[in-house]
């Protein structure tokens, strides 16, 4: 364990978001090192099946259900805390892209009531905002090279989830440092592992929408021969990871990836999970236009400031997948089986965006 994790036994840890995906992890982790979380989430991100299958119910202990807009509930939530993690947010690209008002209200909005609460906490010691490598954008390489992201290059949003995200690191900057409040800014790439159930109408989240079509012996629609590169980060070093952002003396003021530092092509996640189950088989599909090629991230400053190494690799990460979806098989939402029609829809120029701008990290 890395040394200065310590810091959260008996720490009050605010966890918004603590619900989802990455957040029941965090929530786990923070737990097992002797922490006091408290969740707050507004449950709007799953049905009730899918936040069984993530741990969580209404009843559950240190679990709030509420919005983060709440002026009156955020600020009686914040006062008293020693960290705060804001990892909620209206977090699929396809869904920002439907639904503007929505992600401007959760991911503008309610980022905005949260920061200005912890800014005049003054128990806080210091706040995570989860980002996204999706500020990047296609990123400064060829259409065609693999490029490796590094925290300084230029930014470039192309979708509303990603400018919510940029706006959020700023406006984080802007209120905490103004207040005297200490942060770190993380920018998580693709992010999988257990327990990670597909959205409907998102087109991310690749190693368990692949884990489960193939469990229901669906083709894998392999666009562009799945040769495009993304970089895949367990959700345990993910959360490892943060909880480090929080602890670790060098993290001030810092902004860092969080990926495995690792490419991987698509096409190599469909190899690996039809290792395991061999009828498994791919079906080829157009790369949709403008589908960038990717690449991974630079975790130079991530490893040095924070002493943390990932620890999962993606093969490993995927067998595990397997291995729980196995024994989780309730987990496949009812709709999904119907979604891998969504591949057709690839070929139309016109449906075409949400696709790409959707197969980037979120
Ligand atoms: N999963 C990834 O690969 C990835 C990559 C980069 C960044 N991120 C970011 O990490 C964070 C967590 O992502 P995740 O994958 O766990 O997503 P998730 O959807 O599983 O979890 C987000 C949670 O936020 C809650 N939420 C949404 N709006 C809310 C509101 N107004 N008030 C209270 N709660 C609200 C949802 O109910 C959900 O449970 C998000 O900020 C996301 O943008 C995720």
Redesign the pocket.
Known sequence: MLHHLTALADARVLI??????????LTRQARALGAHVTV???????DTDT?TA?GHTRAAPGMIV?????RPLIERLTRGNDFVI???????VAGCVRDPDAAF???IG?THELLRAAAGASSVQRLAF?????VYGHGVAGPDEVQIFTEEQPLSTLNP?ASA?LWGETHTRHLLEAAGVDYAIV??????GER?VP?PGAW??VVAQFCMYASLGQELPLNNSGRQIRDF?H?DD?AHAILASLTAPQASGVTFN?GSGQPTSVRHIAELVRDHLPATRFQAAPRPAGDPFGGRADIARMVSVLGWQPSITVEAGVARYLTWLHANPEAIPSWLPDEHNRVAAWEHPASAEPALTDSR??
């Not at 989860?130 to 999706?134: D, G, H």
């Open positions: 918004t978001g603590g619900a989802g995906f990455i957040g029941s992890a707050l989430d507004d449950l709007s991100g799953y936040y993530l509420g919005d983060i807009s709440d804001h990892a909620a947010a209206y977090s699929t209200a959760a991911n309610g989860i980002s996204s490598a999706q989830y995200k920018r998580p790439f693709s992010v999988y990670q959205k991310s989240w980060v959700v993910a969080l990290p979120t």
